[in-house]
Each structure stands twice: as structure tokens, then as C-alpha cells.
């Protein structure tokens, strides 16, 4: 891979948006050049609502230094208040895949939900 992904690689996982070969793009990639020839392709994340929650619940994952299935019970409900706040619950379905990827029920993160 070119020197050029490896120095965006940080912003880029930051942005969900992976580096491709540019002879693997594809229509939508952004082409990055350097030194005026192509160097990489920047593959941005689609606009479907889920890959959003998938990030967000990604970046919670990170925040709490665990998959959310392996954390105690007071880090899963402090994992859907940040999801709260994050804005994850005004996503459709939400609350579903929230459920599966903390190995609980819809119910449980409704009870984590109103909680005070």
C-alpha cells in the first residue's frame, strides 16, 4: 500500500472510509494523488443508516475497551447511555441491533433506556 494510506489511515477510521488500490476503485471512490500520479482510492462509507449505528457502536466499543457482549452489566448500561447521546436511538431499528450487539434483549436496553 502506499505511504499516502498509511498516513490517512488514522482519519480514515475515524471517517469509516477504507483506502483501496487505485485499480480497485470503484465509481464513487475519491482518487488521492501524490506527486501528480494516483496513489490511492479513498472508499467513503455509504449513506445507509446501519453502517452509521455500526460506527457508532464501534466507537463505544472503543471508548470502553471491549466488545459490548464482553462488558459487566454497569459498562452495557453505561454503553446505551452513550449510544443515547450519541443520537443512536433516533435510527430506525435501533433499539434491535443495539439488543444484539450487547447479547441482551430489546427489553433490557429499553429498561437501560429509562433508567435515571
Do not use: C
Amino acid at each position: 500500500m502506499h505511504p499516502l494510506a498509511t498516513a490517512i489511515a488514522p482519519l480514515l477510521a475515524q471517517l469509516g472510509a477504507t483506502a483501496v488500490p487505485v485499480e480497485d476503485r470503484a465509481p464513487g471512490d475519491v482518487v488521492l494523488h501524490w506527486e501528480g500520479e494516483p496513489a490511492v482510492a479513498v472508499r467513503l462509507p455509504g449513506a445507509e443508516l446501519t453502517s452509521a449505528l455500526e460506527r457508532l457502536i464501534a466507537d463505544v466499543e472503543s471508548e470502553l475497551g471491549a466488545p459490548l457482549p464482553e462488558l459487566a452489566r454497569a459498562d452495557k448500561q453505561r454503553a446505551v447511555r452513550l449510544l443515547e447521546e450519541r443520537g443512536a436511538f433516533t435510527l430506525r431499528k435501533s433499539v434491535e441491533a443495539v439488543a444484539k450487539a450487547l447479547g441482551v434483549s430489546r427489553f433490557t436496553v429499553y429498561n437501560y433506556l429509562n433508567r435515571e
